[in-house]
């Protein structure tokens, strides 16, 4: 690729940007649009929808900036949670790397680069016409001294990377023990999930909980919830919600209708129709009243229940040991949040879940597999050669200069970036079949799915052209990892620039920009009223924090390849810090709070960059002939390895489970408290199912009024 196609890339991408920024400063502030992108407001009350007119309501003003910009840490947390603010510190630490490594890269490494001559001289006068090939390691001469430089670059650059690595795993294990300290008595904390529950003919689920925590922990035990099958009253309720809509739609419609003259002609017909859906709506209200009895529900318990216990450490006691001879029955693992249970799914045998975990995990490969089509449509039009072969009639096309440029340039980038935009959907509703409990374990486990499809299909799959049997290849020959390496990733880093312009730049701006419900509010709003009901969304981890760790494993593995890459890197970066702040402001709201457990995440997959950096280093210099630097390279993943197998040593077992000393410690504070006799009582409440609760559509009839539950 010539630097020509890289800079139609870039123009593109930064006039989409502007216009995504102008469009986003005055739509935010038009009434109609305040649900899209200020919903957290309304939900809580501090912005109300204005619906006069002024002129600022028309100016492209920058003001939401200077706000998201002055948010401090303390106000993120208050506002958002740990989980908020270790997504930021995430970004925070990616842009105190890259421009670190960007000083390095582009003062020193870039002009080592473009004095080699191996591939071709650079052309000053003749500047656009450059290949970016130019700019990267493979420019610089076999056997050169100036290779060197490369080889200590790479050692800095890891030694920076683990000494902020070491600062960051600390201070969010301080703020997660910080945070822990300062929190009120919460549910979760004093509750385990117990599944595989062993059943009887003579007694039910909810009689051998009690037996058994009665006679084992008979001090502690307090009570317990057992779950119970909803599906069947889950979809009532959503036929019912589906009805509901359909007829306050049909009476805004006759209203007006009504205002319009049309009374005499449609009214009928729609009130025909209210009164239909009406009757159904009854019928279906008084249909999961019957499913709500418990009578019904008596034969509807699973194998599985939340146990409530007197303190802290008594949950977390019978969490980590094993309640049955038989390993199978009996098993506990810690209670979510009551707000973060998810119920659909929930399965509660060991069996099930092994299977379905396996059938998950056939799924999530086949799909990996699959999204190769896309990776090999996209590798050929990188190639021009190649295209020209396959479709011969589009020769003369292709020799038109700006079309090159956007097909080499632009078209690669955007086809691979508009795939992978179903990636995380996919991911999550397959780890949703897990039997996960939580809707934090579902995105973490989806989070990591999607990294390493992404490591795969992206990067290891783009590099090798798409091909599956080259890949596998280099897998089955371990041996050969490095060299084949160094010959693959060097050779398609114009591709990864142009990739993290396209899809770093401009998805970031189009999540400032919510084109999605922005489209869907257009579509809906004939059909709805300003008091209608909305939900706040809260922030897709599994799609965001993939895509950044992506970004981050570019610029380490290309930091000393092609360092040209680091500009736009950071672009990206300063963007995604205040477009999520922003965010976070007006948009999202947490739907849980994990206390940071997203760390180690980000982490493990910074060691993995560093790992794979070291891998292609090594293949690198032994391709360029410089033996010494090669071997020299050797002792670094070591130390690496070693200082990650410090760090879970150190810090990993703090984002587990609480130590007795922090548990005991809490314990105590509460044991004088007058509020804890009445935060025992409201356990059970807490971990209600949402299905069982009452709900009411209807009001035409009396006894709809009456408790859903007898």
């Not at 009854?282 to 303190?311: C, D, G, M, P, Y």
């Not at 509703?429 to 989070?447: N, R």
């Amino acid at each position: 690729m010539i630097i020509s196609a890289l800079l139609t890339s870039v123009g593109i991408n930064t006039g989409l940007c502007v216009v995504f920024f102008a469009c986003y400063s005055i739509l935010r502030k038009q009434p109609s649009n305040y649900a899209v992108y200020i919903p957290r407001l309304l939900a809580e009350g501090t912005s109300k929808r204005i619906p006069r007119f002024n002129l600022e309501r028309i100016l492209p003003f920058s003001n939401w900036v200077a706000r998201a910009w002055r948010l401090s840490e303390d106000e993120l947390l208050s506002l958002s949670g740990l989980d908020a603010v270790v997504f930021m510190r995430m970004i925070t630490f990616s842009l105190k790397i890259f421009t670190f490594a960007g000083i390095i890269g582009i003062f020193v490494l870039l002009p080592v680069n473009c004095w080699g001559n191996q591939l071709q001289d650079f052309d000053v006068v003749d500047f656009a016409n450059n290949s970016l090939d130019v700019f990267t390691i493979s420019n610089v001469n076999s056997g050169s001294n100036w290779l060197w430089v490369h080889f200590f670059a790479v050692y800095i650059l890891t030694g920076f990377i683990c000494l902020l690595l070491h600062h960051e795993y600390k201070h969010i294990a301080l703020k997660r023990l910080s945070y822990f300290y300062s929190s009120d008595p919460r549910p979760h904390q004093f509750t385990i999930l117990v599944r595989s529950i062993p059943s009887s003919s003579s007694y039910s689920i909810s009689d051998s909980v009690e037996s058994f925590f009665r006679e084992f922990y008979p001090s502690t035990y307090v009570s317990h919830v057992v779950i119970r099958r909803t599906n069947k009253i889950r979809s009532l309720l959503i036929k019912a919600k589906n009805l509901y809509k359909k007829i306050t739609q049909l009476r805004k419609h006759n209203r007006q209708k009504n205002k319009q003259g049309d009374y005499f002609r449609l009214f009928g017909q729609d009130d025909g129709l209210i009164d239909q859906y009406g009757k159904k709506l009854s019928e279906i209200e008084q249909n999961v009243r019957l499913h709500q009895s418990e009578n019904s529900l008596a034969t509807e318990e699973a194998r599985a229940a939340f146990v409530f216990f007197k303190s802290r450490y008594a949950a977390a006691t019978a969490f980590h040991m094993q309640q049955s001879v038989n390993p199978t029955q009996w098993i506990a693992e810690p209670a979510p949040e009551p707000r973060d249970v998810y119920w659909p799914f929930f399965s509660e045998s060991f069996m099930r879940r092994w299977i379905s975990k396996l059938v998950v995990l056939v799924a999530t490969t086949l799909f990996t597999l699959l999204f190769l089509i896309p990776v090999v449509i996209v590798q050929g039009l990188t190639n021009l050669k190649q295209l020209e072969v396959l479709f011969p009639f589009l020769t003369s096309i292709l020799t038109i200069k700006f079309v090159t440029q956007i097909i080499t340039g632009y078209l690669p980038s955007l086809i691979l970036q508009l795939s992978l935009k179903a990636v995380p959907p996919i991911m999550g509703f397959l780890t949703s079949m897990q039997g996960y409990i939580s809707h934090s374990d579902i995105e973490s486990s989806a989070c990591n799915k999607v990294i390493w499809f992404t490591v795969w299909n992206v990067f290891l799959a783009t590099v090798f052209s798409g091909s599956f049997i080259s890949l596998l290849s280099v897998i089955l020959d371990p041996k050969h990892i490095p060299e084949r390496l160094a010959v693959a990733v060097p050779a398609q880093a114009s591709f990864f620039i142009t990739y993290v312009v396209t899809s770093g730049w401009t998805s970031v701006t189009s999540e400032l920009f919510r084109i999605i419900p922005l489209l869907g509010s257009l579509i809906t709003r004939p059909f709805s009223s300003p008091d209608d009901e909305f939900e706040v969304p809260s922030l897709p981890f599994h799609r965001d924090v993939p895509r950044v760790l992506f970004f981050g494993l570019l610029g380490i593995t290309y930091f000393f390849l092609a360092p040209l890459i680091l500009p736009f890197l950071l672009a990206y970066l300063c963007l995604a810090y205040i477009i999520y702040r922003n965010q976070f402001i007006n948009v999202y709201a947490p739907k849980y709070e994990t206390g940071g457990k997203l760390w180690p995440t980000v982490h493990n997959t910074m060691i993995f960059s560093l790992i794979l950096m070291h891998m292609i280093a090594l293949g690198i210099f032994a391709l360029k002939k410089l033996s010494p630097a090669s071997s020299w390279m050797l002792p670094l993943p070591v130390l690496t390895l070693l200082f990650n197998e410090y760090c879970r040593k150190r810090f990993l077992p703090i984002f587990i489970a609480y130590s007795t000393e922090s548990l005991i410690k809490k314990d105590r504070e509460d044991q004088n408290d007058p509020r804890m006799a009445e935060f025992y009582k409201k356990l059970v409440i807490a971990y209600k199912d949402p299905a069982l609760l009452p709900f009411q559509y209807t009001s035409n009839t009396d006894d709809l009024f009456d408790p859903l539950l007898s």
